[in-house]
């Protein structure tokens, strides 16, 4: 029988799988939270703004294009030497795949102003900041984008890692926007209010993303060949 600490360490295959699924379930709905930012209407995230302008230049769904983009950074986070876990693959896919299938069922229409698609685009960020905690909470690895982000800060150590944010959220917003994504007041919201918002989830639930130990592949794969 799996206990808490089971669960919260992966220390048996069952737990790895129990917490495969739920960071699954999390990053599916996830998905959803992305989803309403871009049908908010007014200009998407820069990471988005990256995926629908490689979406847009060469006729790939937008999943297609999160996935390639996620599995590029996935292969500069392995260059670079940084902490690899299972749940990073999942995100890479289940996240884009997610935003296709609720495109594909025409969940929610896109806003038809800056009055409704501000509303839209907050409430995308809630869901996404507490789908954020109960995807951590399976500790088997933090997005590969998050990642990314934590290996150019150690290698800019002189830099504050807020400003090596910034360069990095400008570089891909450039660059999804030469390639025709869209740019607008969502895109600065999504910047700007995306870290506060997913705090504020975590202070509701007393979450401390600091405090949970994520277990690499390597870790996951010597319980998997323990059994």
């Given amino acids: 029988?799996?206990?808490?600490?089971?669960?919260?360490?992966n220390r048996t295959a069952g737990a790895i799988l129990l917490n495969m699924?739920?960071?699954?379930?999390s990053l599916f709905?996830?998905?959803?939270?992305?989803?309403l930012t871009i049908q908010a209407n007014i200009g998407a995230g820069p990471w988005d703004v990256l995926n629908l302008g490689l979406?847009?230049?060469l006729g790939i769904l937008y999943g297609t294009a999160s996935i390639a983009v996620s599995l590029t950074i996935l292969v500069i986070d392995i260059l670079l030497r940084e902490p690899i876990g299972i749940a990073m693959f999942i995100d890479a896919v289940v996240v884009g795949k997610a935003v296709d299938f609720f495109n594909y069922i025409h969940a929610v229409p896109p806003a038809s102003?800056?009055?409704?698609?501000?509303?839209?685009l907050l409430a995308g960020l809630v869901i996404v900041g507490y789908t954020q905690y109960t995807y951590?909470?399976?500790?088997?690895?933090?997005?590969?984008?998050?990642t990314l982000l934590v290996g150019l800060a150690k290698r800019a150590r002189r830099v504050p890692i807020g400003a090596v944010s910034i360069a990095l959220l400008s570089l891909v917003t450039l660059s999804g926007w030469l390639l025709g994504g869209p740019v607008g007041v969502g895109t600065l919201l999504n910047a700007f209010c995306a870290g506060p918002i997913?705090?504020?989830?975590f202070h509701t639930v007393k979450?401390?993303?600091?405090?949970?130990r994520h277990q690499r592949l390597r870790e996951s794969v010597k319980v998997f060949l323990r059994r």
């Fill in 1 to 9: 029988m799996l206990t808490k600490n089971d669960l919260r360490q």
């Fill in 21 to 25: 699924l739920l960071a699954a379930v």
């Fill in 29 to 35: 709905v996830n998905g959803f939270g992305v989803y």
């Fill in 55 to 57: 979406s847009k230049t």
């Fill in 113 to 120: 102003s800056l009055l409704t698609g501000i509303p839209v």
């Fill in 136 to 146: 951590m909470i399976a500790a088997l690895g933090c997005g590969p984008r998050d």
């Fill in 198 to 201: 997913m705090q504020f989830a």
């Fill in 207 to 212: 979450f401390d993303a600091a405090g949970i």
